[in-house]
């Protein structure tokens, strides 16, 4: 009975006779209805309501958002400078350090629909380019496994425990075999943490081989989505025979996890004028 008075009501009545707040008036005998029609289909005698309104949660979230994107950017200098300060203790390769990270960064922002993570994978996926090679400040042999005890040694004050060993499992496995339950550090991680470690190590595999001379001649990657197909555009200064050879090797892990196949095509890289 209400609702039929509400919709006969004009946009006045229902402000002053029903106080009805102004600025939601014109469709509040519609909506009325709408809830009616709940109520009599789930055979409810109430419908509870939250005090905030769908304007209120939106701007809620996009505040959320902002601040969430706030939040990983300072995070990403604070994870820089601690991972540098942490490489040149051990004297490591800056410069390689440094290229990788961009390269793997690179392409983990321009295939966020293959990968579906987020902006704390991608910092794990920054600290672990950054350091994937401090173990050979201990020694070339088997630097891989030297750089994941290292950085679950490091007291990173925003990375949990669990966190360090994420960031070391990606590490770890940026060369030689894939990750293995049989291995203990990998073997403990929770079913979707031992696929972050899975995606973020088949990325920094192929950033890793972009840049294998450690001369950084790839100053750019644009990858082309096509089908079931990545084609990886990569833009260099010199010839890079070593970079190939190593790209070819190492893009196993993406492909077969991920399912797609990879194609590289090299182009000459042409600074803006």
Request: aromatic share 12%.
């Amino acid at each position: 009975k209400l609702c039929k008075k509400l919709h006969s009501a004009t946009q006045d009545e229902l402000i002053y006779q029903y106080k009805v707040p102004f600025e939601i008036a014109e469709t509040f005998a519609t909506v009325s209805i709408m809830f009616l029609k709940f109520a009599q289909f789930f055979e409810s005698e109430k419908i509870l309501l939250p005090d905030v309104s769908l304007r209120d949660s939106l701007l809620l979230e996009m505040t959320q958002t902002f601040e969430n994107k706030k939040f990983y950017q300072n995070l990403d200098t604070q994870i820089r400078v601690n991972a540098l300060n942490v490489g040149r203790n051990l004297n490591f390769d800056e410069s390689h350090a440094v290229n990788v990270t961009q390269l793997a960064l690179s392409i983990y922002d321009q295939i966020p629909d293959i990968h579906s993570m987020g902006l704390r994978e991608r910092s794990f996926l920054q600290a672990a380019s950054l350091l994937h090679d401090i173990g050979k400040g201990i020694s070339n042999r088997s630097h891989h496994k030297h750089s994941q005890y290292i950085i679950q040694a490091q007291d990173f004050f925003y990375f949990d425990e669990n966190e360090r060993n994420i960031i070391a499992n990606i590490a770890r496995y940026h060369r030689r075999s894939a990750p293995k339950n049989t291995h203990p550090d990998y073997a403990i991680l929770n079913h979707e943490d031992k696929m972050i470690v899975m995606k973020l190590s088949a990325i920094l595999r192929l950033a890793d081989s972009l840049d294998n001379s450690h001369m950084q001649m790839v100053k750019e990657i644009k990858i082309e989505h096509t089908g079931n197909q990545l084609i990886f555009h990569v833009y260099i200064l010199n010839n890079m025979f070593a970079e190939v050879y190593s790209f070819l090797g190492k893009k196993k892990l993406f492909e077969d996890f991920f399912g797609y196949e990879i194609k590289l095509q090299v182009r000459n890289y042409e600074p803006a004028k």
